[in-house]
């Protein structure tokens, strides 16, 4: 009897299936190795960017020396003061003169004052330097001459015009004085006529009779005529 073959067994019917396969994987394996390119490693650029990393130094930490201060500059020198006593004598130092030309004199025409007079206030008849001059008293010649007449012809006038029946009319007595007071002015006029007494009308009849005073020459002072202020006490007794 002839023993048969199983059909599994039969290698020779698949032989041709297997040369296909190798065949196809032949020429897929080529076909991969003709597409497959190479790249130079170091010419490659894959667009990241790597970072060297650096290992934590340790950084040494330096001590900042500070710099001591420059030492103070040294104290001036104590400023010496000499004292020279009044009997020594000084050499005095010349300056000489720079000036070129010492011959030529400029002559300064002296320029009159045009600003106005100073004003001389008014002055008590007993300070007065040329008292007033009263009528009649002309020929006396010294200032204290005339001061002298001046007060007599004053007493004078007054004793003759001054109304001594108003101590009576006003039931006055005794010893009563009126002060009159007044200015002759730079005309030698009288003016600014002021009395006073124990009685109004004793007030008025002073100041009557002083301005009745004749026009005199003014008096003056430093040689400009001044107003000159006179006080003149008049005194009268009531006779009983």
């Known amino acids: 009897?002839?023993?048969?073959?199983?059909?599994?067994?039969?290698?020779?019917?698949?032989?041709?299936?297997?040369?296909?396969?190798?065949?196809?994987?032949?020429?897929?394996?080529?076909l991969f190795l003709i597409e497959f390119k190479t790249y130079d490693k170091?010419?490659?650029?894959?667009?990241?960017?790597?970072?060297?990393m650096l290992d934590d130094e340790d950084v040494p930490i330096t001590e900042q020396l500070k710099t001591p201060p420059p030492p103070p500059p040294p104290p001036p020198a104590p400023e010496v003061?000499?004292?020279?006593?009044?009997?020594?004598?000084?050499e005095e130092t010349i300056i000489e003169s720079t000036e070129t030309n010492m011959d030529e004199i400029v002559e300064v025409e002296e320029v009159a004052d045009i600003g106005e007079e100073e004003e001389i206030e008014d002055v008590p008849f007993s300070s007065i330097q040329d008292v007033p001059i009263f009528p009649g008293c002309e020929k006396e010649k010294t200032n204290d001459a005339r001061r002298a007449c001046m007060s007599k012809k004053i007493q004078d006038f007054v004793n003759k015009k001054f109304d001594t029946s108003l101590?009576?009319?006003?039931?006055?007595?005794?010893?009563?004085?009126?002060?009159?007071?007044?200015?002759?002015?730079?005309?030698?006029?009288?003016?600014?006529?002021?009395a006073r007494s124990s009685h109004p009308r004793l007030t008025?009849?002073?100041?009557?009779?002083?301005?009745?005073?004749?026009?005199m020459q003014p008096g003056k002072q430093r040689g400009r005529a001044v107003g000159v202020i006179y006080t003149l006490p008049i005194t009268f007794q009531v006779q009983n």
């Open 167 to 194: 101590g009576s009319e006003l039931g006055l007595s005794g010893i009563n004085r009126v002060y009159v007071r007044f200015k002759i002015d730079k005309t030698g006029k009288v003016v600014d006529v002021q």
């Open 81 to 90: 003061i000499e004292v020279v006593e009044d009997e020594a004598e000084v």
């Open 204 to 215: 008025r009849e002073g100041e009557r009779v002083v301005g009745r005073l004749p026009d």
């Open 42 to 52: 170091e010419a490659l650029d894959t667009g990241v960017v790597e970072l060297d």
């Open 1 to 30: 009897m002839e023993p048969k073959k199983s059909e599994k067994a039969d290698l020779s019917k698949k032989s041709f299936l297997f040369f296909q396969l190798g065949l196809v994987f032949m020429l897929a394996t080529s």
